[in-house]
């Protein structure tokens, strides 16, 4: 009899088909959980190389094959900070613009593109501002920023020849003398730098520079400071005066009673590095002691540091930055005035050497040190502008 056959059948049919819509809304469920999923992802993805391909045009270009003159040149430079090689000024100044504009400041861009030219491109970039919206680029940045940041920004936009001038000046105006400025600048600097410097602190300031600082100083280190303004280093070993001028300076501090600190000047104020470097291996040889050591026997206050770093600086201006640089990130409290000083000036001129001293002499990257002692936006524009971790 097939009439209760086909009514079992048709019983159980109808929880079948309620169980395959059940189990087809699941599936449909999951099928789209999944695809939102794959979708979130996705957008991550778009989001992560966005920025990826932000900061790869805010970073220099560096080429893995160059020709042998581009790696010689590459050798030859010693700086951090080298001129962007894709540059342009016009889209520089609207990457700018736009992390200024609207509410909140957008300071990775600012301190990412800035720290990845060079001083040049930066006046550039100034320029192309202003011809584009109307204002004075480093007036806008000023009002964005504030503190040790605002401070480093405006002094990488500064022109270097002008910044050394703006340091002179302001280490000179006022109460009392920012001797250390005049000291490390004065030292350090070569001849053509220095008569550069003292063309713009006229133009810039309205007076004489050599006239400030007699104002400021007196005294045989007085004396020093005006020999070393005039930028007229001799040049080359003279090798017949090698061992007269290390007798002479043996015979003015430690072979004598008293100190003939003319004879110092004279000898340290005009010589140049190189001869100088001779000079104090022959003295070692005679006297059995550095020449820093008779300096540091014979002399006191500011005309000792300023032999001092005279010395130092013949002896290897690298060695001498990275001393300061730990000094001043060494002590109670950070000096952030030599430390930004330092950074700015020296980012296209030899942090390279200066990293490799620091690391040399302290046994600490200077990368590490500068992590150590600063923080926030500050510290990523000076970890930008050491340029890496030895």
């Given amino acids: 009899m097939p009439a209760p056959r086909r009514f079992v059948v048709a019983s159980t049919s109808l929880p079948l088909a309620l169980g395959w819509g059940w189990n087809l809304s ?33 970073q220099p270009v560096r080429s893995f094959r160059q020709p042998c003159f581009e790696q010689r040149m590459e050798r030859a430079y010693r700086g951090s900070v080298r001129p962007y090689v894709n540059f342009n000024a016009k889209h520089d100044a609207e990457i700018l613009h736009k992390a200024m504009k609207g509410i909140g400041t957008d300071e990775d861009a600012i301190l990412m593109l800035l720290t990845a030219r060079s001083n040049d491109q930066r006046q550039q970039i100034k320029a192309a501002y202003k011809k584009a919206h109307g204002k004075d680029l480093v007036s806008a940045l000023k009002s964005e ?32 003398t920012e001797d250390e400025v005049l000291i490390e600048i004065l030292a350090s600097r070569t001849g053509e730098q220095i008569k550069e410097i003292t063309k713009v602190y006229k133009k810039e300031f309205g007076g004489k520079l050599e006239k400030d600082i007699c104002g400021d100083t007196s005294g045989h280190y007085q004396k020093l400071l005006v020999i070393l303004l005039q ?13 007269k001028d290390a007798k002479d300076l043996y015979a003015a501090g430690e072979g004598k009673f008293g100190t003939d600190e003319e004879k110092f000047i004279t000898i340290l104020g005009n010589r140049s590095a190189e001869h100088l470097r001779k000079v104090f291996a022959a003295y070692k040889k005679l006297s059995g002691s550095d020449i820093e050591d008779s300096i540091r026997g014979e002399t006191t206050g500011n005309l000792e540091n300023l032999l001092l770093a005279v010395v130092k600086c013949a002896g290897s201006i690298p060695n001498f930055f990275a001393e300061r640089l730990y000094k001043a ?27 490799a001293s620091f690391k040399k002499i302290y046994g600490q990257s200077l ?12 510290q990523k524009a000076l970890l930008y502008l050491c340029g890496g971790n030895d």
């Fill in 26 to 58: 699941l599936y449909v469920g999951m099928l789209l959980g999944l695809l939102m999923l794959m979708m979130l992802l996705l957008w991550m993805l778009l989001k992560q190389l966005r920025n990826s391909v932000a900061k790869s045009m805010l």
């Fill in 145 to 176: 920023l504030g503190g040790l940041f605002e401070s480093l920004i405006v002094a990488l936009m500064t022109p270097s020849v002008l910044y050394d001038a703006t340091l002179l000046h302001n280490a000179l105006k006022g109460a009392g």
């Fill in 231 to 243: 930028g007229s280093r001799e040049e080359g070993v003279d090798e017949e005066k090698i061992e």
């Fill in 329 to 355: 990130m060494r002590r109670a409290g950070t000096d952030d005035d030599t430390l930004m000083r330092i950074m700015v000036s020296r980012s296209e001129v030899d942090m390279l050497d200066i990293r």
């Fill in 367 to 378: 990368y590490t040190i500068i992590q150590e002692d600063t923080t926030g936006d500050y």
